[in-house]
C-alpha cells in the first residue's frame, strides 16, 4: 500500500533533502489512518515533512503550536460571546477550533510540540484519537470525516520547557524519530535554502561550526537552520564565517552548564576546532 506513495516525486516538489526513511514511516502511517508523534530536536524539519505527505495525500493541514497558556476552548471552538447573549447557543454561532475544523475537513492535525501544552488541551485529544469523535456542549456530538489524523511533534524529553505526555495518548501515536542529517546533506539544505548564494566553503564552515555545537557543553545544539543563517551573513560579511557565527548562535545553542563555561569560550573552541582546519572562504 505504501508503494502508491512516490517518495521522490514528494521529495522533489517540496524541497525534501534526504529522509527517505522518515517519509516512507510517515507516509505509512498515514495512508493506513494511524496518528503520528514525530520526535527529534529543533529544526530537523518535522513540519515540512508533515506538510510534504500530507499534501501528497491530498489532505488538509491544519496548524497548532504548543504553548503551556493554551486552552480547551482554543483547540475546540466556541460560540460567538455577542451572538449568545443575543439569540442563545445556536449552531451557526459556533466557531471552530482546530481540532474541529481538521475533523470536518478531514484534514491532518499538526500540533507542534504536543508535550508543552497543558495536560488537560492534551486530554480533548483521547476521544478524536479514539473514535473520531468530540462532544461540545450546547452543540452535541462532531464526527471526523474520512482522513482526519493527528500528527503530533515533540522535542526530547531534554529539552527545558517540554513536559512528558501521559501513557493514554502515547498509545495513540505511532513513534516516527528524526536525527541530525549528516553533514552532506546538511551542506545540501544550506545551498537549497540560503538566502545569498554562498560558496560550497561557506556553505562546509557554516555546517561544520553548527555541527560542533551538538556536544555535551551544550543542552541544545544548532539545527541546520543556523548553519543557513551562518552562510547567509558571512556572505555579507565578506566571508568572515566566525564573526557570522557570532550573531547567528547565541539565540540558537543552549549551554548545559552556562556558569561554568561561557559562550565565549564554547565559540571560541568551536572556531579552533573547525574554522582554523576549513579552508578559505572563495
Same mark, same amino acid.
Request: charge should be negative; include cysteine; aromatic fraction near 4%.
Given at each position: 500500500?505504501? *508503494?502508491?506513495?512516490?517518495? @521522490?516525486?514528494?521529495?522533489? $516538489? ?24 514525530? =520526535? ?14 500530507? #499534501? ?15 486552552? =480547551? ?18 449552531? *451557526? ?7 474541529? @475544523? ?27 484519537? *479514539? ?9 452535541? =456530538?462532531?464526527?471526523? @470525516? ?7 511533534? $515533540? ?11 501521559? =501513557? ?5 501515536? @505511532? ?17 537549497? *535554502? ?10 562546509? $564552515? ?9 556536544? +555535551? ?22 566571508? +568572515? ?14 549551554? #548545559?552548564?552556562?556558569? $561554568? ?22
Amino acid at each position: 500500500m505504501i *508503494d502508491r506513495l512516490d517518495l @521522490e516525486g514528494i521529495a522533489r $516538489q517540496h524541497g525534501v533533502i534526504g529522509r527517505r526513511p522518515e517519509l516512507r514511516l510517515l507516509g505509512a502511517c498515514l495512508i493506513t489512518g494511524r496518528n503520528v508523534l514525530l =520526535e527529534g530536536p529543533v529544526g530537523v524539519g518535522k513540519t515540512a515533512l508533515a506538510r510534504a505527505v500530507a #499534501t501528497a495525500l491530498a489532505r488538509g493541514f491544519v496548524r497548532v503550536d504548543g504553548d503551556g497558556r493554551y486552552t =480547551e476552548a482554543k483547540l475546540v471552538g466556541h460560540f460567538d460571546p455577542p451572538g449568545v447573549l443575543e439569540r442563545g447557543y445556536q449552531p *451557526d454561532l459556533f466557531i471552530p477550533g482546530p481540532l474541529v @475544523e481538521a475533523m470536518q475537513r478531514g484534514a491532518v492535525l499538526f500540533v507542534n510540540e504536543l508535550n508543552r501544552m497543558p495536560e488537560g488541551v492534551q486530554n480533548v485529544l483521547l476521544p478524536a484519537l *479514539d473514535e473520531g469523535i468530540v462532544h461540545i456542549p450546547h452543540l452535541g =456530538e462532531v464526527r471526523a @470525516e474520512r482522513g482526519f489524523c493527528v500528527v503530533a511533534t $515533540q522535542n526530547p524529553a531534554e529539552f527545558v520547557a517540554t513536559g512528558h505526555l501521559s =501513557e493514554a495518548l502515547l498509545d495513540r501515536f @505511532e513513534l516516527v524519530k528524526l536525527g541530525y542529517q549528516d553533514a552532506t546533506e546538511e551542506c545540501e539544505i544550506v545551498r537549497q *535554502d540560503a538566502r545569498t548564494a554562498p560558496s560550497d566553503s561557506i556553505i562546509a $564552515q557554516a555546517v561544520a561550526v553548527a555541527r560542533a555545537t551538538r556536544t +555535551d557543553r551544550v543542552r541544545r545544539g544548532a539545527s541546520v537552520r543556523a548553519a543557513i543563517a551562518i552562510a547567509d551573513l558571512a556572505m555579507a560579511l565578506d566571508g +568572515d564565517v566566525a564573526a557570522a557565527a557570532r550573531i547567528a548562535l547565541p539565540t540558537r545553542i543552549e549551554l #548545559t552548564d552556562p556558569d $561554568q563555561v561561557g559562550f565565549d569560550t564554547v565559540l571560541a573552541d568551536l572556531e579552533k576546532k573547525t574554522l582554523a582546519q576549513s579552508p578559505a572562504p572563495t
